[in-house]
């Protein structure tokens, strides 16, 4: 089959378009034709490197998968050759407390497809058979695989993680993303009233078209002095935080007493600056949050058939050209989701 491989870390060159043998489901898998699979920042991540992080290269990135099950393994149960799926993500053990308890994104052995095991950037990917998901009726595929990494994110740490209320503030960060444009749409759905920055004008009105009540356009004006004047001098009540070290510190000084600011990434740097006096004279919080739990996709799925929330995409491209998809998100280019989509 073709697919896109990563032999060493680097820049875009390191995309290689290559035939590579067919992947073999083995029992409890399935082996799905991917008709779209989406860009996430994890796989500029597994072609650039992190360091201290040894990814099991040669790799097949993409994580966020939809298609149709071409072959099912001898104990797969509940999926069946024809099947439209979409996949969820998250790789676990299935066996251990977490997952038993349905936080199987706090398992040990927790993986992503794409980055610990071979994605799907290729005409063919094996998966559990747990992973493969109906597609929601009424999505296409490149619309159904541009749900899940972004929308669990979102939604475990608004919903789990943050614990977002209706009639709460919250301030989300990079509102033209695809974390960040699934995030106005969760914090929307709670009834919360939604702040965001983006880069420009453009991405301003496609936000604001997404529910967002205030959008500031953080190349022009300082967010946190905006937010400041927008709420009063309160503060929101929680930070939706993935950018990092550019954002971080005003993130925090935008917070109301009590505030709650909650991350999942760092795309602009890992070192951020914190004084403590803020944080214990405002009882402020910090969350981490990674992905979220395969009942939380379930969840979302089902909002997505119901139209309650919808997947935004900018542009999707040949499988061939992985590189120049990957270009367009890595310089920030794009508003929602960039999906290729292998030819047939």
């Not at 301030?171 to 920055?197: C, D, E, F």
Request: net charge positive.
């Amino acid at each position: 089959m073709k697919a896109i491989v990563v032999h060493e870390h680097g820049g875009l060159d390191r995309l290689r378009v290559e035939n590579v043998p067919d992947p073999k489901p083995a029992a409890d898998e399935v082996l799905v034709e991917v008709r779209a699979c989406a860009l996430n920042h994890l796989d500029l991540w597994v072609r650039r490197g992190v360091p201290g992080h040894a990814f099991p290269l040669p790799m097949i990135p993409g994580c966020d998968v939809a298609g149709i099950v071409r072959e099912v393994g001898s104990v797969a149960r509940g999926v069946a050759v024809g099947d439209a799926v979409v996949v969820a993500p998250g790789l676990a053990c299935g066996r251990c407390e977490a997952c038993s308890s349905g936080n199987d994104n706090l398992c040990r052995f927790y993986g992503i497809l794409g980055e610990t095991r071979n994605g799907g950037y290729a005409a063919l990917v094996a998966v559990p058979a747990a992973n493969a998901l109906p597609l929601p009726k009424g999505l296409s595929f490149e619309e159904a695989a541009a749900v899940p990494l972004v929308f669990l994110t979102a939604w475990h740490m608004l919903v789990v993680r943050a614990e977002l209320r209706a009639g709460e503030e919250v301030l989300v960060q990079a509102g033209g993303s695809g974390v960040g444009s699934a995030a106005i749409q969760i914090a929307k759905l709670l009834g919360a009233r939604v702040y965001t920055t983006v880069s420009s004008d453009a991405k301003a009105d496609r936000a604001r078209a997404l529910g967002a009540d205030e959008v500031i356009v953080h190349t022009k004006e300082d967010f946190a002095a905006r937010v400041r004047d927008l709420t009063g001098k309160r503060g929101v009540d929680v930070v939706f935080e993935h950018t990092g070290s550019e954002t971080f510190a005003k993130g925090l000084r935008s917070l109301a007493k009590g505030g709650r600011l909650v991350t999942c990434g760092a795309t602009s740097g890992f070192e951020v600056p914190i004084d403590l006096r803020p944080i214990f004279f405002k009882s402020l919080s910090i969350l981490g949050s990674t992905m979220g739990s395969r009942g939380e996709l379930h969840q979302i799925l089902r909002l997505v058939e119901q139209r309650r929330l919808r997947p935004v995409i900018e542009r999707t491209f040949p499988l061939e050209e992985a590189a120049n998809a990957q270009s367009m998100l890595e310089e920030r280019r794009a508003f929602g989701k960039v999906v290729l989509v292998p030819r047939r």
